[in-house]
Nanobody
């Protein structure tokens, strides 16, 4: 059973920081790519950042320079450090992993990030 469990969301003021964590139920080397996506009501889920098994990172233009994705292989965890948060960053954030053995996407249940004063 593949599980991705997110943590670290919550309420933060504009300009503040949060760090999201995604812990997998198996080695993250089992995934070709892991990443973070976000979704707001009425909108499609959008890519925020991804990191490959080889640690190649990719960011959406809207978060480039403010967010950093990283991985701790020993803890089977992927992080999303979010700095200089804006109200438009508020969303439900989802962890994603594309499993190597079946090439399927697996998702966490999502975690809410609220940016408000």
């Amino acid at each position: 059973q593949v599980q991705l469990v997110e943590s670290g969301g919550g309420l933060v003021q504009p300009g503040g920081s949060l760090r999201l964590s995604c812990t997998a139920s198996l080695s993250i080397f089992s995934f070709n790519v892991m990443g973070w996506y976000r979704q707001t009501p009425g909108n499609e889920r959008e890519l925020v950042a991804t990191v490959t098994k080889e640690a190649i990172r990719n960011y959406s233009d809207s978060v480039k320079g403010r967010f950093t994705i990283s991985r701790d292989n020993a803890k089977d965890t992927v992080f999303l450090q979010m700095n200089s948060l804006k109200p438009e960053d508020a969303a439900v954030y989802y962890c994603n992993g594309k499993l190597s053995r079946d090439n399927l996407d697996y998702w966490g249940t999502g975690i809410l990030v609220t940016v408000s004063s």
